[in-house]
C-alpha cells in the first residue's frame, strides 16, 4: 500500500514537471523542420541510442557507455522490484527464469552497476581533483557544480543499496531453507533448496554474515526501500537537473536542424520589405493599420524556436562545445554552453513566473539578451559551427546567438562602429571595403597590362 | 602562353554575342579588390583559360553577396544585395557558378535558393579537383615536390558544407608531403574572420583567433600552408608573420599551388 502510494506520487510530480517543462518548451516559436524521418531516426538511432559521437573520446565515451548502459539494462531488475512493490511478492521473476540464469541475469546486472559505481568514483574525482578545464568555466559555478556532483553521489548510493540488498538477501535465502515454518523464510524462500548469490554482491556476504535473521531482515528491507524510493527520487530530480538529458537526448537528436551547417535562417518578413523597396512588388493595401510591429530577431526565449528551447532542456552542460570555441579559448567572453544554459534559465524563470501569476501573468522586464546574455558575448562568434559539430547530442548554440546578433543590428542598430562601416559599405558600394563599384573589374586590365 | 591571349569574357560580351558560357566565375569582393588575394583571381583566370574552359565574370555587374551583412545580423542588407545579384543571375539565366571564396559559395549555394536563386555552385576546390580528374588541368610536382603542406580547414568549407576532401586531393597531385594539424577537418579550427569577424576588432581576449591557429600550423613545420578561402590567407598570412616565419612559410591557395607547379 505504501509502496504504491509513493508510485503513485511519484508519478504524479514527474507528470506535472512533464506538462511544466512542455509548456516552457512550446513558449518558443513555431519551428518546421525538413520533413525527413528516415534521417531523424537515423540520427536518433547513431547519436542519442548509439551515443556515436561521445566517442570522438574514446575514454571517457567508454565510461559514459558503462552507465549509460548500466542505466538502460538495470530498468529490467527495477521493473522487477515495481512489481514485487505492488503484489507483494519476492524476486518475482527468478521462477520465471529458473535458479541458475536468474543468477546469472542478476549477476550481470551486479557487473553493470559495479561498473556504474567506480566510474562515477573517477568523474567525482575528475571533476573535483583533477580539475578538468571544461568543468571549471565561469557558468559551472554554484547549482551547475553542485548538480553534477549530488548525481554521482545519488548513483553511488543507489549502488551501494543494490549490493546490500543482494547481498544481505543471498544470506537469507540460505537461512530459510533452515527456517521453513518462520513466515520471513518463506518470503527469501525463493527457490526450492538452491540459495542463490550474486557474482558482485556475494563479496559483501562475509560483512553481513554475524546479523541475526532479523537484523538481516531489516536491513534487507530497509536496503530494498532506499534502493527504490532512491530511484523515485532520482526521477524526479533528474527533471529539475541537467539529467534530463537521459530523456530528452531523443526527441532532441531525432529534431536536428538539417540545413547544411553554414545556412542561416531565412527572414520572410524581411525577403517581402525588400521587394517592395524594389518595387518587385505592391505594399499591402493595409499596410500601416496593422497593430502589431513585427519585431527582428531574438530579445527573450519566446523569440527563438521551440527547437531552441528543447536543445536548452538537452543540455548535459559538458562543455564540448565551449572547450572547442575559438572566442573561448582564446579568452572572450563568449561560452556557446552558457548561452544554452541561459536559454533554459529564462524560460524557466518564465514559466515558473506564469505558474505562480496563473491567469494574472504579467511578464517581467527582463530579457535573455540584456539581462542573461552581453552584447560582448554575442559579438565574438565567429558562426564557426565548431560548438554545433561538437555537441554530443545536437544542440545548437549557434541560432539563438545568431538570432540575438539580430536583433542588437535590427532593432537596436547597436552593433560595432566597423561593423556599421561595412554594412554602410556592402549597402552602398556592394562590397564590405570602401571600393568604388566602378573599380571591381580593375583586377581584369592589371592583368591583362601586366 | 602570351598574355594577349589571356580571356577574360564578362556575361556582358558574351550575351552581347548571343552566346553563354558554361560556368560563371564568381569573383568576389575579395578577388576583386584584396591586393593579395586578386593574385587567386589571376591564378584561377590562368588555370580556365588553360583548360580552355567557356567561363565568363560578371565584372562590374557582381557585388557583394550581403555575406557578412548577415551574419553580422543586417538581414536587410544581406536581402537586398541578394535580390540585385538574383535578378543579374537570372537575367543571364546562369546555371553553373564556380566560386573560390567559401563564404561566396555558401551563400550562393545555400542561401539564394529560398530568394529565388537557384543555381548549381561550386567552390573551386570542387571544381579543380574535377578538372584534373577529367585530364583538364595536368601538372606535377614542380617547386612543391617533397615540400611540406599543411592545409587548413576553412569553417566555410568544411563543417559549414562538409567538403573536406576535395582540397587534399588537389594538393595530393603536388608530390609534396601533406602534414595534418593537430586539429583538421571536422575539428578545425576557424582562422578568427568568419561571421563576418573580418570587417572588425575581436572583442576582449587573452589571444587572437588567428595567432592560436597559426601557431598550430607553424608546429608541424611545413613549407607552406595551404588555403581555400580569402579570409582564411589574411588570418594565416598574419599569423605567420607574428611569428616572424613568413620567410620559411608561404600561405598559398589551391589555384596558386597548380600555377605554381605548371609554371602558368
Ligand atoms: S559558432 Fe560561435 S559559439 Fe560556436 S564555436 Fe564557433 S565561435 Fe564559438
Ligand atoms: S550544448 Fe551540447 S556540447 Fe555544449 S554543454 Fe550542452 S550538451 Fe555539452
Redesign the pocket.
Known amino acids: 500500500m505504501l509502496f504504491v502510494t509513493a508510485l503513485l506520487v511519484t508519478a504524479g510530480v514527474i507528470f506535472s514537471r512533464y506538462k511544466y517543462i512542455r509548456r516552457n518548451i512550446e513558449l518558443g516559436k513555431s519551428w518546421k523542420g525538413e520533413h525527413n524521418p528516415a534521417e531523424r531516426l537515423r540520427l536518433m538511432i547513431l547519436i542519442a541510442f548509439g551515443q556515436k559521437k561521445m566517442f570522438a573520446r574514446p575514454f571517457v565515451g567508454l565510461m559514459h557507455f558503462v552507465i549509460y548502459a548500466g542505466f538502460l539494462l538495470i530498468n529490467i531488475e527495477i521493473l522487477e522490484i515495481v512489481i514485487d512493490g505492488i503484489t507483494g511478492h519476492h524476486r518475482i521473476f527468478a521462477p520465471l527464469f529458473g535458479a541458475t540464469i536468474y543468477q546469472i541475469l542478476i549477476g550481470f546486472f551486479e557487473l553493470l552497476a559495479l561498473g556504474v559505481l567506480t566510474t562515477c568514483i573517477i568523474f567525482l574525482i575528475r571533476r573535483n581533483i583533477v580539475k578538468v578545464e571544461r568543468f571549471d568555466k565561469p557558468e559551472m559555478k554554484g547549482w551547475a557544480h553542485l548538480d553534477a556532483n549530488l548525481i554521482l553521489i545519488f548513483e553511488i548510493v543507489l549502488m551501494f543499496f543494490l549490493f546490500t540488498m543482494n547481498a544481505t538477501d543471498s544470506i537469507l535465502q540460505m537461512r530459510a531453507t533452515d527456517l521453513v515454518n518462520n513466515m520471513d523464510a518463506a518470503h527469501y524462500k525463493v527457490f526450492e533448496n538452491t540459495p542463490v548469490r550474486f557474482l558482485v554482491s556475494q563479496a559483501l556476504i562475509p560483512l553481513y554474515d554475524g546479523l541475526t535473521t532479523t537484523q538481516l531482515v531489516l536491513l534487507e528491507r530497509a536496503a530494498w526501500w532506499f534502493h527504490i524510493v532512491g530511484i523515485m527520487g532520482f526521477a524526479i530530480y533528474v527533471t529539475y537537473s541537467k539529467h534530463l538529458h537521459i530523456f530528452l537526448a531523443f526527441p532532441n537528436v531525432y529534431f536536428t536542424r538539417l540545413q547544411p551547417k553554414g545556412e542561416m535562417n531565412n527572414m520572410p518578413s524581411i525577403t517581402k520589405e525588400v521587394k517592395i523597396t524594389m518595387g518587385m512588388e505592391e505594399p499591402a493595401a493595409d499596410a500601416g493599420m496593422e497593430d502589431e510591429i513585427p519585431s527582428f530577431g531574438a530579445k527573450d526565449v519566446t523569440d527563438l524556436t521551440w527547437r531552441n528551447i528543447l536543445d536548452a532542456y538537452t543540455c548535459t552542460q559538458c562543455g564540448r ?1 565551449t572547450d ?5 579559448m582564446t579568452g572572450k567572453k ?1 561560452s ?1 554552453r552558457k548561452i544554452v544554459m541561459n536559454v533554459r534559465q529564462r524560460a524557466d524563470e518564465i514559466g515558473q513566473r506564469m505558474d505562480e501569476m496563473g491567469e494574472y501573468y504579467k511578464p517581467d522586464d527582463k530579457m535573455l539578451y540584456g539581462d542573461y546574455v552581453t552584447k560582448e558575448e554575442l559579438m ?9 559539430e561538437a555537441c554530443p547530442v545536437n544542440i545548437n ?2 541560432e539563438p ?1 545568431l538570432e540575438m546578433r539580430r536583433y542588437v543590428a535590427m532593432e537596436e542598430a547597436d552593433v560595432p562602429d566597423a561593423w556599421k562601416a561595412m554594412l554602410t559599405n556592402v549597402g552602398n558600394n556592394g562590397a564590405p571595403w570602401a571600393f568604388a563599384p566602378t573599380e571591381r573589374f580593375k583586377w581584369a586590365d592589371e592583368m591583362k597590362n601586366q | 602562353m602570351s598574355e594577349e591571349t589571356l580571356r577574360i569574357p564578362t556575361m556582358a560580351e558574351l550575351s552581347a554575342e548571343g552566346k553563354s558560357p558554361e560556368i560563371l566565375f564568381w569573383v568576389g569582393c575579395a578577388g576583386s579588390y584584396d591586393d593579395r588575394y586578386k593574385a587567386v583571381t589571376r591564378a584561377m583566370i590562368r588555370i580556365l583559360n588553360k583548360a580552355n574552359i567557356n567561363f565568363a565574370v560578371l565584372g562590374t555587374e557582381e557585388s557583394c553577396t550581403g555575406d557578412p551583412a548577415r551574419r553580422a545580423g543586417d538581414e536587410f542588407t544581406f536581402q537586398m544585395q541578394a535580390a540585385m545579384n538574383i535578378e543579374v543571375l537570372n537575367n543571364y539565366n546562369i546555371k553553373n557558378i564556380v566560386t573560390a571564396c567559401p563564404h561566396c559559395f555558401n551563400t550562393l549555394k545555400n542561401e539564394y535558393p529560398e530568394l529565388g536563386g537557384n543555381y548549381d555552385v561550386i567552390h573551386h576546390s570542387t571544381y579543380l579537383q574535377k578538372l584534373i580528374n577529367e585530364g583538364k588541368v595536368k601538372f606535377g610536382g614542380g617547386e612543391f615536390k617533397g615540400k611540406r603542406i599543411t592545409y587548413h580547414d576553412s569553417c566555410y568549407l568544411g563543417r559549414a558544407n562538409d567538403i573536406y576532401e576535395a582540397p587534399r586531393e588537389v594538393l595530393e597531385k603536388l608530390d609534396a608531403e601533406l602534414v595534418e594539424m593537430k586539429r583538421c577537418k571536422s575539428k578545425g579550427l ?1 582562422c578568427g574572420a568568419g ?1 563576418a569577424q573580418m570587417f572588425k576588432d575581436a572583442e576582449k581576449g587573452k589571444k587572437e583567433v588567428n595567432i592560436e591557429r597559426a601557431e598550430e600550423a607553424v608546429a608541424v613545420r611545413p613549407d607552406y600552408v595551404a588555403v581555400g578561402c580569402p579570409f582564411c590567407m589574411t588570418m594565416m598570412g598574419d599569423g605567420i608573420k607574428h611569428f616572424n616565419k613568413e620567410k620559411e612559410i608561404k600561405v598559398l591557395d589551391l589555384s596558386e599551388f597548380i600555377v605554381g607547379a605548371q609554371d602558368l
Open positions: 562545445c572547442v570555441c575559438p572566442a573561448n563568449l556557446p565574438a562568434c565567429t558562426s564557426c559551427n565548431a560548438c554545433v548554440p549557434l546567438i | 576557424c561571421g
